[in-house]
């Protein structure tokens, strides 16, 4: 059987998590072997990254949290996500690329095109089967958030303008590659959702 990798891109707050859980029960339950990822921090070296990039207390350059990003990634594809695709398993993954084109690129505004750049550099051009886009205005994602969050957050502590750009630049991503992305309305009831994203998995099964 053909491995698969699905992505699930969209604000913080939007709702990913749940739907990739909901999504590698579903197809467990169709006998697949699934593996979850994450960017960053899928792997442990990522996990170091992620410390730095998302917790560390200071400015970071944004080309250096570019490229902090990228090598979490590059570690990631190269040891833990083709291998699993290439022996047929369907890894479903919090985040990739598109979300260092939308925050780097449109949020700390370096050029997109770049930033896309140097991540299919560090994957040797890996990108995914799917990618699910769970679309949501960045108040709504903001007032979600509020709630759970425990640790300060340097994404996370960006300014509505911020979350506002990442927003449009993740919908023009989806208009480029309409036959890549699944772009949903992620204020959704979540059965609903689910019911949407297995239909469109199940069609490259
Ligand atoms: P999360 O794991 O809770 O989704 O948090 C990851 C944060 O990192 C989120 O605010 C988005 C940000 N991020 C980037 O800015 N660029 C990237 O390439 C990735 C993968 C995440």
């Given at each position: 059987m053909a491995g698969l990798f699905i992505t699930f891109e969209g604000g913080?707050?939007?709702?990913k998590t749940t739907q990739a859980e909901l999504l590698a029960t579903w197809l467990e339950e169709q006998g697949r072997t699934v593996v979850r990822g994450r960017e960053?921090?899928?792997?442990d070296l990522g996990l170091e990254l992620r410390e730095i990039v998302l917790h560390r207390r200071g400015h970071i350059a944004p080309r250096a949290e570019a490229l902090i990003y990228a090598a979490d990634r590059a570690h990631n594809i190269a040891t833990k996500v083709r291998p699993a695709v290439d022996s047929g398993d369907i890894v479903i993954q919090d985040r990739y690329l598109d979300s260092s084109v939308a925050y780097q690129g449109a949020g700390r505004v370096l050029d997109g095109g770049e930033v896309r750049d140097i991540s299919l550099w560090a994957t040797e051009g890996f990108l995914p089967h799917l990618t699910i886009l769970l679309d949501l205005d960045e108040t709504t994602g903001r007032e979600r958030l509020d709630g759970v969050r425990t640790r300060f957050d340097r994404l996370e502590a960006e300014k509505a303008d911020f979350h506002a750009r990442v927003r449009s630049a993740y919908l023009e991503l989806a208009r480029a590659e309409p036959e890549r992305f699944l772009v949903l309305d992620?204020?959704?009831?979540v059965d609903e959702l689910a019911a949407d994203i297995r239909a469109r998995v199940e069609a490259l099964l």
């Open positions: 913080d707050g939007s709702g960053p921090g899928g792997t992620a204020p959704r009831p």
